[in-house]
């Protein structure tokens, strides 16, 4: 995930403890719980968009207010993750994790009551545990595992996004298997919370003593930053990719349930999606380390989002299901683009974590109204049509930032 508006840094283990000394009990029970934590980090926000029609029919609300139930983790992840680096300073990385899971895990819970207002509260919750994790799992990783950062952020990255898989394509099923509906669909991921509390617990309780300290931006690196043209399209690239791929996973389900897909074969269909997005995140991030000027990949990435909303004009189903497949490409690729922009357009760290902070604080706040604006629009026109066009659109701004973003330049 983008890194915070600070970055944390750490002082060697106390007593001597190297995370190479570790015995692979240790080890395992780490990277296990670093696992479920990851897979806890999505999968509450993707199990939402196929059970939307379900609320909406239960509960009464509109397009517009269902659209608030994908937007406000967003609004949660830019608001809140600048108090991560503070929160693990005072209580420590691995508690503070804990903390985490914990507000997410009670997040998750909320909303399995009977009362609209506990399940937009549980939701906030739910996105306000989330955006810590996304802050200080990285951080974890990068201290414990210097060695070997790719390999276990390779392993984080998939279990978030097979988990968020996963949850888009058992939401239906699981509202039909369950005397609960919907709110089964979304409470059952208290289960996987549940069992990473669990996991941490003793890592919580180990407490490493490290001194953690915090580097904040500097008053001129971000009025610097703030000026910089090159920063700017790559906040851009940033918001617009999180804003077409947050307003998909919240009404996709709905724009194919009214082409005529069942409800649990939309479902599967936001499955795909996510799922084929999996190898293009890891794939592009080191095609992109391998060149100086990303301009072809983004150009390819692209394509790949434009031609993929194209096609979910059409109402043949093979072509609606190549169009899902080629946005999901689209999505993972261009997330894994603009992580490495905050590394290939910056000359030094501290630079690179003020360019991603200010990306991850405007670019959040810019997705974040993107479900609740396609909810509007379906509840002004009766259809989807225009939505989709505006995705289309979307993905073509997308294309005229990230070549600006792809140049082989720095903000500096």
């Known amino acids: 995930m983008p890194s915070p508006t600070t970055q944390l840094q750490h002082s060697a283990p106390s007593g001597g403890e190297q995370p190479s000394q570790q015995t692979s009990q240790t080890f395992g029970l780490l990277l296990a719980g670093i696992i479920v934590i990851a897979a806890t980090m999505r999968s509450p926000i993707t199990a939402t968009g196929p059970v939307v029609e379900l609320i909406r029919s239960d509960t009464g609300i509109g397009h517009t207010m269902a659209g608030l139930l994908t937007s406000l983790p967003l609004i949660a992840f830019a608001a809140v993750s600048p108090f991560a680096p503070r929160l693990a300073k005072r209580f420590g990385l691995e508690t503070a994790l804990l903390l985490a899971v914990i507000i997410v895990t009670s997040g998750i819970t909320l909303r399995l009551l009977p009362s609209v207002l506990a399940l937009y509260a549980g939701t906030a919750l739910l ?12 951080s974890l990783i990068k201290r414990d595992f210097p060695l070997r950062v790719g390999i276990i952020t390779g392993l984080y990255s998939v279990s978030m996004n097979m988990f968020a898989s996963i949850s888009s394509g058992i939401s239906v099923p699981v509202a039909e298997a369950s005397s609960l509906g919907w709110r089964a669909s979304l409470g059952v991921w208290a289960c996987l919370s549940l069992l990473a509390v669990f996991l941490w617990l003793p890592q919580a309780r180990r407490g490493r003593k490290q001194m953690l300290y915090v580097t904040s931006q500097s008053e001129n690196a971000t009025t610097r930053l703030r000026t910089s043209s090159l920063a700017w399209f790559v906040t851009l690239f940033m918001g617009i990719q999180s804003l077409i791929f947050y307003t998909t996973i919240t009404w996709l389900p709905e724009i194919l349930a009214d082409q005529g897909f069942s409800a649990a074969s939309a479902g599967w269909m936001l499955s795909l999606m996510q799922m084929v997005s999996v190898p293009a995140t890891f794939i592009v991030p080191i095609l992109a380390g391998k060149t100086r000027d990303q301009r072809l990949l983004t150009t390819i990435t692209c394509l790949c989002l434009i031609i993929g909303y194209a096609l ?46 200010m990306a991850q604080s405007f670019g959040y706040m810019l997705a974040a109204g993107g479900p609740l604006l396609f909810g509007l629009m379906h509840d002004w026109t009766k259809g989807w049509t225009l939505s989709l066009l505006i995705q289309v659109l979307l993905a073509i701004g997308l294309l005229m930032t990230g070549l600006q973003a792809s140049k082989d330049r720095t903000v500096s």
């Open 312 to 357: 979910l004009f059409s109402d043949a189903p093979v072509l609606v299901t190549i169009g899902v497949a080629l946005a999901g490409i689209g999505a993972g690729a261009s997330f894994g683009l603009v992580t490495m922009f905050f590394v290939l357009r910056t000359s030094h760290a501290r630079e690179a974590a003020s360019l991603s902070g």
């Open 127 to 138: 996105g306000c545990g989330i955006a810590l994790s996304n802050v200080l799992l990285p």
